[in-house]
């Protein structure tokens, strides 16, 4: 059966609507985090990955792996971390896996995978990215290089613009705000879908 253009036309024009309608509401969530601090290992376990699940096609997440670190040189570009060598080795592990890592699910899940053990960040990177189907050694490589301090520097850079100012691990932002981060840390899905219209059907009160 044929439909006339304009019936064609009127057609896609609403299909068009329907997805734009999703593609502008989404909600962004910004993590700024330590992978050896516990607290941050808890809230991707308990809270990010969960509320991401909720409804992915949803959700844009922005990783950054810095935390309360500091550069404490520039020229080598070195840093002291809050947790010592072990985790500037796993925020460098972290910072190279976002800058390679292009899909956003597969990202979360390493990123996750890895955060729940970092006694040897190398060797939990191996092992998590193997069970996943993702590339290790270019984000190994790129770790032990300059190139993986560079990006644990831009995080630094870009952790250092919050404002206010991060004080604790892990800092989260939606849709660029920083309000409310008790509710943040431990009732992220909830947060997510006050700033969502329409809310996923899944959204507290409409299950």
Same mark, same amino acid.
Request: glycine share 6%.
């Given at each position: ?20 309608? &999703?593609?502008?509401?989404?909600? +962004? ?5 330590? +992978? ?7 809230? &991707? ?16 997440? /922005? ?10 040189? +520039? *020229?080598?570009?070195?840093? /002291?971390?809050?947790?010592?060598? +072990? ?17 956003? /699910? ?12 970092? =006694? ?6 191996? %092992?998590?990215?193997? %069970? ?5 050694? !270019? ?6 290089? =300059? /190139? ?10 870009? =952790? ?6 991060? =004080? ?11 309000? *409310? ?16 219209? !329409?809310?996923?059907?899944?959204? !507290?009160?409409?299950?």
């Amino acid at each position: 059966m044929f439909l006339p253009r304009g019936v064609l036309s009127a057609f896609g024009l609403a299909i068009l609507f329907h997805a734009q309608v &999703f593609a502008d509401n989404t909600a +962004t969530v910004g993590v700024y985090y330590e +992978t050896l601090s516990p607290n941050c290992s808890e809230f &991707f376990i308990n809270q990010l990955i969960p509320a991401y699940r909720q409804a992915a096609y949803r959700i844009n997440v /922005t990783l950054v792996p810095f935390g309360k670190t500091v550069v404490s040189s +520039t *020229d080598p570009l070195t840093f /002291t971390c809050e947790h010592g060598e +072990t985790e500037c080795e796993g925020l460098k592990i972290h910072s190279c896996a976002v800058a390679l890592v292009h899909d956003q /699910t597969s990202l979360l899940k390493l990123a996750e995978c890895t955060i729940r053990n970092q =006694t040897d960040p190398e060797a939990r990177l191996t %092992e998590c990215a193997t %069970e996943q189907g993702i590339e290790w050694r !270019p984000i190994a490589d790129c770790a032990k290089t =300059t /190139t993986g301090s560079e990006l644990l520097k831009v995080n630094g850079d870009k =952790t250092n613009e919050l404002n206010p100012t991060l =004080t604790n691990v892990p800092t989260i932002t939606l849709n660029g705000s920083q309000d *409310d981060q008790s509710e943040l840390r431990t009732n992220l899905w909830n947060e997510i879908c006050d700033v969502l219209q !329409p809310k996923p059907l899944n959204c !507290p009160g409409l299950e």
